[in-house]
Nanobody, 126 residues
């Protein structure tokens, strides 16, 4: 069974940091582009950042550019999202997703990925 499992969410004060992890089971992430998406209450799901299978290509959405960094460790079958300088507007459920596609397709053209995790809550509040 193919599964993606996110972890690392929680409550953090404005200006703080969190690192989200997306671990795969049942398949190897080596051949998949991975994306992080988020959905805040009452809002549509939006793309945050994507990384190609090799890690050589990434995309970061404008609202988080300069604050969030995506990376991957294929040996650990895990993708990370380092989130720094967090703001209250970053509060959302964060999802990772995987598909055999390009960063352009997933993060710019917003082609819906095939596999999704269950999400992890990130709350930025004082």
């Amino acid at each position: 069974q193919l599964r993606l499992v996110e972890s690392g969410g929680g409550l953090v004060q404005p200006g703080g940091s969190l690192r989200l992890s997306c671990a795969a089971s049942g398949f190897t992430l080596d051949y998949y582009t991975i994306g992080w998406f988020r959905q805040a209450p009452g809002k549509e799901r939006e793309g945050v950042s994507c990384i190609s299978s090799s890690g050589g290509s990434t995309h970061v959405a404008d609202p988080v550019k300069g604050r969030f960094t995506i990376s991957r460790d294929n040996a650990k079958n895990t993708v990370y999202l380092q989130m720094d300088s967090l703001k209250p507007e970053d509060t959302a459920v964060y999802y990772c997703a995987a598909d055999r596609t390009t960063v352009q397709a997933m993060c710019v053209n917003l082609r819906r990925p095939e596999y999704w995790g269950q999400g992890t809550q990130v709350t930025v509040s004082s």
